[in-house]
């Protein structure tokens, strides 16, 4: 059981935006701003899309942005393109646990 | 080339044991937290440990609390996992992850998962 909450899933036709959410507490996501968002294919191994809540690491498309308000976290793609559709999982350090990810959700490009 | 590479998984009775390894080329660990995170089959993330960059903290989940134990030899650029104790909610991939700073925050670079699987 996720200590984070995330919509099982979203979609979204090409070229509009999306926003994923991530809920958590003021001991994970709400008391600290190192939430990260991670993307995964299938089969293959997840890749970090934003760190500290809103930054992005380099070579990651601006199309990608995150945010924070209160105890939830929110990454967004805008202009989707097929090759967004993917899991996203959301991140978070947490006082009791330490590190804890979200229960993921898949994005789906109509 | 950048990359981390895990080896040592494969199919274990439960109870016994098995050690993980994540080599690193291109890269230098050193200056890095390294994570170990696994990913059950059809399920999501979940992380199993971490390992400050000079090993001096290392923390665990409390699913494997006790039972894992995580080093590092930073003259090999090496991570390990050691598994004891191991049981069918143990299956997994399970990948090595580096982290962007010196203890925990994200996990920028990723091996490609080693599987293990835990079945009499």
């Known amino acids: 059981q996720s200590a984070l909450t995330q919509p099982a899933s979203v979609s979204g036709s090409p070229g509009q935006s999306i926003t994923i959410s991530c809920t958590g507490t003021?001991?994970?996501?709400?008391?600290?701003?190192?939430v990260s968002w991670y993307q995964q294919h299938p089969g293959k191994a997840p890749k970090l899309m934003i760190f500290?809540?809103?930054n992005r690491p380099s070579g990651v498309s601006n199309r990608f942005s995150g945010s924070k308000s209160g105890d939830t976290a929110s990454l967004t793609i805008s202009g989707l393109q097929a090759e967004d559709e993917a899991d996203y999982y959301c991140?978070?350090?947490?006082?009791?646990?330490?590190?804890?990810f979200g229960p993921g959700t898949k994005v789906t490009v109509l | 080339q950048v990359q981390l590479v895990e080896s040592g998984g494969g199919v274990v009775q439960p109870g016994r044991s098995l050690r993980l390894s994540c080599a690193a080329s291109?890269?230098?660990?050193?200056?890095?937290?390294m994570h170990w995170v696994r990913q059950a089959p059809g399920k999501g993330l979940e992380w199993v440990a971490v390992?400050?960059?000079?090993?001096?903290?290392?923390y665990y989940a409390d699913s494997v609390k006790g039972r894992f134990i995580i080093t590092r030899d930073n003259s090999k650029n090496t991570l390990y996992l050691q598994m004891n104790s191991l049981r069918a909610e143990d299956t997994a991939v399970y990948y090595c992850?580096?982290?962007?700073?010196?203890?925990?925050?994200?996990?920028?670079?990723w091996g490609q998962g080693t599987v293990v699987t835990v079945s009499s």
């Open positions: 500290e809540v809103s």
């Open positions: 992850a580096r982290d962007i700073t010196s203890t925990i925050d994200g996990f920028d670079i």
């Open positions: 003021s001991s994970d996501v709400g008391g600290y701003n190192y």
């Open positions: 991140s978070s350090y947490a006082s009791s646990n330490l590190y804890v």
């Open positions: 390992i400050w960059y000079n090993g001096s903290k290392k």
């Open positions: 291109g890269l230098t660990l050193s200056p890095y937290g």
